[in-house]
């Protein structure tokens, strides 16, 4: 399975490699690194490779440089090779060939020092990566504000905040977030707009690049466009071969009218398998209140309705009620889609989805007309790592098969 880790984003419209090529040494930073390296020429510097404390007043004074970031362009000149550091101090490095790699470095570069304290706000660096990874994700522009409001709830959950803490941090959080985004606008990630703040081409470029690295889901425009223009049917298949990953269905619905997309995946789920049928609720949860009308119909759709219902009580619009025996079903339609991706007896141990609830409700699947229950009991109980779960599940599945005898 994919590590749980991971997460989608929507496709990108990348600038042209050349746009980007003449967009990277008008950074502000980049070009700051080669002045800085072509003042520092041929140079003695300290025992830790770096500018001795009276060049370095120099340098701030002759180039016009902020002193709070000298050590970052320094960094970025001698990691990007524009000054190499030998015994005998530093001297000129190489022409940079291939600049977009050299780009990809100096981001790398950047997002390093977050644990040096690089923005100057502890919060801020310890969730830098993720501002960015919001920001990529909105492409139109993220408002300030709610980039603020953001942080301060990743902050609370994910670091588990004192209120204290959250109190000091909504009295300092908008100052130290626009000296961030100073920083990042210095760097070349971001630039504002308007109320907004979006990511410049490079910054989508080099965050994508990121992104990838840590083995997110995050395609070009370009790699998914063709996979727009499937059917619903065709759309499924690709995506349960792997050969589209779920950020297609993002553009596949653009593509279309809501109501329409949504009677083509629910045809398709209505009569499929579980595999089919749980990729096609995937897609469909993207849609909003307006694809309702063909939701509904779909509530008379005997392998659908019950997913028809939750999707329609999720957003608050009138919906049969589901029992603990609709519950039990959900969960057998759930773990049956391993057995039809092939991976039921390798995957069963890793799956989350269900996680203790599976201990009540085994019992209830047992009882349950899904046409793959026995099927998802007997996986249980030759593979679930739980042995209570699976004693319970070889126990059920040898009551479902009496009752079928």
């Not at 090779?81 to 005998?88: M, Q, S, Y």
């Not at 029992?323 to 989350?352: K, P, R």
Request: hydrophobic fraction near 45%; charged fraction near 25%; glycine fraction near 8%.
């Amino acid at each position: 399975m994919a590590d749980s880790d991971a997460l989608t984003f929507p496709p990108v419209d990348l600038a042209p490699d050349e746009e980007l090529v003449r967009a990277v040494p008008l950074v502000p930073l980049v070009r700051d690194a080669v002045r800085l390296a072509r003042w520092t020429g041929v140079r003695e510097v300290t025992e830790g490779g770096l500018l001795t404390e009276k060049d370095a007043a120099a340098a701030v004074r002759e180039l016009g440089l902020e002193a709070r970031r000298l050590r970052l362009i320094w960094i970025v000149a001698v990691n990007g090779r524009l000054i190499e550091i030998t015994k005998a101090g530093a001297r000129p490095g190489p022409p940079v060939h291939d600049l977009l790699e050299f780009w990809d470095g100096v981001v790398m570069d950047v997002l390093d020092r977050t644990d040096e304290g690089l923005t100057g706000s502890s919060v801020i660096d310890e969730h830098l990566t993720e501002i960015l990874a919001t920001i990529y994700s909105v492409r139109t522009g993220m408002p300030v504000a709610a980039l603020a409001s953001g942080i301060l709830q990743a902050h609370e959950v994910g670091c588990e905040a004192r209120p204290a803490e959250l109190r000091r941090l909504r009295m300092t959080l908008a100052a130290e977030l626009a000296d961030a985004l100073g920083l990042l606008e210095y760097c070349g990630l971001i630039e504002p707009v308007a109320e907004v703040v979006r990511l410049t081409p490079p910054g989508v470029w080099a965050v994508r690049r990121d992104l990838l690295r840590e083995g997110h889901d995050a395609p070009s425009l370009h790699e998914v466009a063709g996979f727009a223009e499937l059917g619903a049917a065709e759309l499924i298949e690709a995506m349960l071969e792997g050969k589209a990953s779920s950020s297609v269905a993002t553009l596949w619905l653009e593509r279309r009218i809501p109501e329409d997309a949504a009677r083509e995946l629910i045809k398709i789920a209505a009569s499929g398998n579980a595999a089919q049928r749980g990729t096609a609720g995937t897609i469909l949860e993207e849609l909003g209140p307006e694809a309702e009308p063909a939701v509904r119909e779909a509530l008379s759709e005997p392998m659908m309705w019950r997913y028809a219902a939750a999707w329609l009580g999720v957003r608050d619009l009138e919906a049969p009620a589901l029992s603990e025996s609709d519950g039990a079903w959900v969960a057998v339609d759930t773990l049956a889609a391993l057995l039809y991706i092939g991976s039921g007896g390798e995957s069963v141990g890793q799956i989350d989805m269900l996680g203790e609830d599976l201990r009540t409700l085994v019992p209830e699947m047992g009882r349950t007309e899904h046409p793959d229950a026995l099927a998802v009991l007997e996986m249980l109980g030759r593979h679930h790592p739980d042995v209570v779960i699976a004693k319970s599940a070889r126990k059920t599945a040898m009551k479902a098969r009496s009752r079928i005898a």
